[in-house]
């Protein structure tokens, strides 16, 4: 469709993104959809009868723009439980819209035109753009291949003094690998030495493996002091369409969030923050959550392990990737689209996550099904 003369496109390089696109093209073939990342099991029935509760209660108006007092007070509870210390659930914790909004609204407060941000490749979708609309500069940094670690050395030589933030995941989408504590370490070095900004989307804080820790900026006061950590309980509680999280950050950072938030979205759904306020009362209902996920990831490797894939190591996430080169040679996102067309299985090509398009011959598929939906798609898989 052409583009009215009149407005020049802000993203020209951007299209729909892959999740929509094979979400949509597993719905047309019919195919088992193990790509855009979203359970296929329900939410726990005390949270809908919370949510439903207080719709009938008649909370259904306006929460206040930070979030309901009740929710934040419960958040900082559970950072105190985690992570040992209290932020100040008044001033540090806003409540948005998922996880997206909120690092939609660091980066509008933090880059302006000309500054850069550091995103490391292969990146979550939405950071790049995100930095591009500011009028920022994304400077891509390659993890690297195959562990998906980050290079410190090549980190510390992008740095130069248009730098404004460095923008980090662990546990990582898309590829599943996780922080190790050294990791942490050179963080808090690199952003004492440079000044720089941390921007940490730990949306998969809870879903780490074998026995690891999840490596929380919000673990070390020194990164804190320069950090915003941004969660989503549509990952945690398994409700993704809900579109709830929330952005922890020091009082100066967070005023500055809290005035793009404010004119982004306001405030977010008040009867989810209420019922959201009461389960997390509950340290059961998270503390479960690597032994769920990590069973599902066993069983899935299981019931692969005579196929012609590959797995690589994943250390947290719910998404394992998997390396074709031992069937196919074709391009990752062609390979992807044959897989759903042909084969009846939806993942997503790791190459579109990358500025360059590195094509590692990997899919990333998401685990978070029922088990009759893992046994399904790998019956179909092994036979490939
Ligand atoms: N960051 C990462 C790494 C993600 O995988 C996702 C997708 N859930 C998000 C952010 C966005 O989370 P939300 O759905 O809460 O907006
Ligand atoms: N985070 C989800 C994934 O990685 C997708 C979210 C979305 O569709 N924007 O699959």
Same mark, same amino acid.
């Given at each position: ?128 753009? @995100?930095? @591009? ?44 690998? @996780? ?30 493996? *074998? ?16 950090? =915003?950590?941004?969660?989503? #309980? ?40 209420? @019922? ?15 032994? #769920? ?25 719910? #998404?394992?990737?998997? *390396? ?7 391009? *990752? ?43 399904? =798609? ?7």
């Amino acid at each position: 469709m052409p583009v009215p003369h009149l407005l020049q496109s802000k993203l020209p390089q951007v299209g729909t993104t892959i999740f929509t696109q094979m979400s949509a093209l597993a719905a047309t073939h019919g195919a088992i959809n193990l790509s855009q990342g979203f359970p296929d099991f329900p939410i726990d029935d005390d949270l809908i009868e919370r949510v439903a509760y207080y719709m009938r209660l008649g909370r259904n108006q306006y929460a206040p723009m930070t979030g309901t007092p009740q929710l934040r007070t419960s958040i900082a509870a559970k950072i105190e439980r985690i992570y040992g210390y209290t932020p100040d659930a008044e001033k540090e914790i806003t409540v948005t819209s998922g996880a997206t909004e909120a690092l939609y609204a660091v980066i509008a407060a933090v880059i302006g035109p000309g500054d850069e941000a550091l995103v490391l490749d292969p990146a979550y979708d939405s950071y790049a753009p @995100a930095v @591009a609309l500011q009028g920022g500069k994304p400077i891509h940094i390659p993890l690297q291949y195959p562990g998906f670690r980050p290079d410190w050395n090549v980190i510390r030589s992008s740095i130069t003094p248009r730098s404004r933030l460095i923008i980090i995941n662990t546990p990582h989408n898309p590829t599943g690998s @996780a922080w190790q504590p050294d990791d942490l370490l050179q963080l808090e070095e690199l952003v004492l030495q440079h000044k720089l900004l941390v921007l940490s989307d730990e949306v998969y804080q809870h879903l780490i493996y *074998d026995g690891q820790q999840h490596q929380s900026v919000l673990s070390r006061p020194e990164i804190r002091k320069h950090a =915003a950590a941004v969660f989503s #309980f549509g990952k945690t509680f398994h409700a993704t369409g809900w579109k709830a999280g929330y952005v922890v950050a020091p009082e100066a950072f967070s005023a500055e969030i809290r005035k793009v938030h404010q004119y982004l979205t306001f405030s977010t759904h008040t009867p989810t923050q209420l @019922a959201l306020a009461d389960y997390l009362q509950k340290p059961e209902n998270y503390e479960h959550l690597p032994q #769920f996920y990590q069973k599902k990831h066993d069983l899935f490797l299981e019931l692969l392990k005579d196929s012609r894939f590959k797995p690589l190591p994943c250390n947290g996430t719910y #998404f394992q990737l998997l *390396d074709y080169s031992g069937i196919s040679n074709k391009p *990752d996102v062609e390979m992807a689209r044959w897989l759903t067309v042909e084969k009846g299985v939806a993942a997503i090509p790791i190459s579109v996550f990358y500025v360059d398009k590195q094509d590692h011959c990997l899919l990333r598929f998401c685990f978070a099904k029922q088990e009759e939906t893992l046994r399904k =798609a790998a019956e179909l898989l092994c036979k490939i």
